[in-house]
């Protein structure tokens, strides 16, 4: 079998072969370690030939049939594409597509329905919550008021009682409900009936679980929330970027809200990525494939458990794992990086029961290599090795390299 390379990648390493080397290098890194970040993933072939697009040239500021520039005729039908598909995918009223990312489309969300000083109920940041959810480093600490509720520390699951309570007594004007670590399905009606109780809009920030809901693997919140934030690129395999679901009544709030109120020009290969993207989360496959990322990440906390780490919520309903290895001797941190050496590329996050830092793993980039069931088991079980200081790194390493071998998740070499 001939093996070619793509003609952008020959021209690359023709006219620029320092960064054509970086290129290769991060795709060496990507198929010979295992991305174990929850919020990463594999996009296929399609995705990337509409990123590396000419639609990358065309400035496209406003939305299809009101643009503020000229020669825009074809980009229109992509993002009405784009945003037809999404729509159908979630069965929302109204789709945004241009969010550059979740952080923005969660700016966006606020811009639309909230003023600055307004109070707002979030997931607090120790438990979970993203950083739009009130950090004090980031815009949404700095604008608005928010009141942090958490999870229980014994179960990690989200207190419900508390944020009743928190709802009655500080009357947000809006409600968010979604998490960079929370490992369980959100009840989307139980946050509607608290909205509904204190009058507050109620946003659901799905970045993470957006590609279950659409592969079928999780819940929609789309039925249940005002606005529905996500992002592109995690579980849902699209390109790097957010996306914006809600009612017909608030459409127009939330296109302003992107452009002109927190954005200017649309990215319209992004924007054709993303079409690409949810064409092929309708499929068949897809579904098949968000399944298949809920099992191994059942698969893989079931074995993280066995090997002595503490699961948080005592496994998980979805791609995403924290867990504790304490048990192990060694805290998050620490762990990380013996972890990193080793090839095995993981993230910290805040535990519910400690003080120390945990693990926060996710299955949807190892699941779209190919790897089951069994695959989970030896990754916890080299994991738990390393850990434990019972085998060297490189020979853990080769492991991984060994591993990774047999599951390539590029096409073709670049
Ligand atoms: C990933 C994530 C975001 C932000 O996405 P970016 O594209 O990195 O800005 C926002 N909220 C939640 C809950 C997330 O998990």
């Not at 020959?10 to 991305?35: F, K």
């Not at 004090?136 to 009682?161: C, K, M, Q």
């Not at 709802?167 to 399905?185: D, E, L, M, Q």
């Amino acid at each position: 079998m001939t093996v070619t390379h793509p003609p952008e990648t020959d021209v690359l390493r023709r006219q620029d072969p320092e960064l054509a080397g970086i290129l290769h290098a991060e795709r060496e890194r990507q198929s010979t370690t295992l991305q174990l970040i929850a919020a990463e993933n594999f996009t296929s072939p399609a995705v990337l030939a509409a990123l590396g697009s000419p639609l990358a040239n065309k400035y496209a500021e406003g939305y299809p049939g009101a643009r503020h520039h000229g020669g825009c005729e074809i980009v229109d039908v992509a993002e009405r594409l784009a945003v037809e598909r999404a729509k159908a995918l979630f069965g929302a009223d109204h789709a945004n597509v241009q969010a550059h990312s979740g952080s923005s489309a969660v700016l966006a969300a606020y811009a639309a329905l909230l003023r600055p000083g307004d109070t707002v109920l979030a997931l607090g940041l120790a438990h979970g919550g993203h950083l739009t959810h009130g950090s004090p480093a980031n815009f949404s600490g700095r604008w608005f008021h928010f009141v942090g509720y958490g999870v229980d520390a014994e179960t990690g699951l989200i207190d419900h009682a508390q944020v009743r309570t928190l709802a009655r007594t500080h009357r947000p004007k809006a409600i968010v409900c979604g998490s960079i670590a929370y490992p369980r399905h959100i009840d989307h009606a139980f946050f509607r009936e608290v909205a509904d109780e204190v009058g507050a809009h109620l946003i659901a920030d799905a970045a993470h679980p957006i590609g279950l809901v659409a592969g079928g693997a999780a819940p929609s919140p789309v039925p249940y929330a005002d606005i529905v934030c996500a992002t592109t690129h995690k579980v849902l395999r699209g390109p790097r970027g957010g996306m914006i679901l809600c009612r017909a009544g608030l459409a127009e709030r939330v296109d302003r809200a992107v452009f002109p109120f927190t954005q200017g020009g649309a990215q319209m290969h992004t924007v054709a990525a993303k079409a690409v993207a949810l064409g092929e989360a309708a499929t068949e496959a897809f579904a098949a494939y968000a399944h298949r990322v809920v099992a191994n990440a059942r698969a893989l906390a079931a074995a993280l458990a066995d090997e002595g780490l503490v699961v948080t919520t005592g496994g998980t309903d979805t791609h995403l794992i924290t867990a504790d290895p304490a048990p192990l001797g060694v805290d998050g941190r620490d762990a990380r990086g013996r972890l990193a050496a080793a090839g095995l590329v993981l993230d910290c996050c805040a535990l519910p029961h400690a003080d120390a830092r945990g693990l926060r793993l996710g299955t949807a980039a190892v699941t779209t290599q190919g790897m089951g069931e069994g695959e989970m088991t030896l990754i916890a079980g080299l994991l738990a090795r390393v850990l434990r200081g019972g085998t060297d790194p490189a020979r853990a390493r080769a492991d991984v390299r060994e591993l990774t071998a047999a599951f390539p998740p590029h096409p073709y070499p670049g």
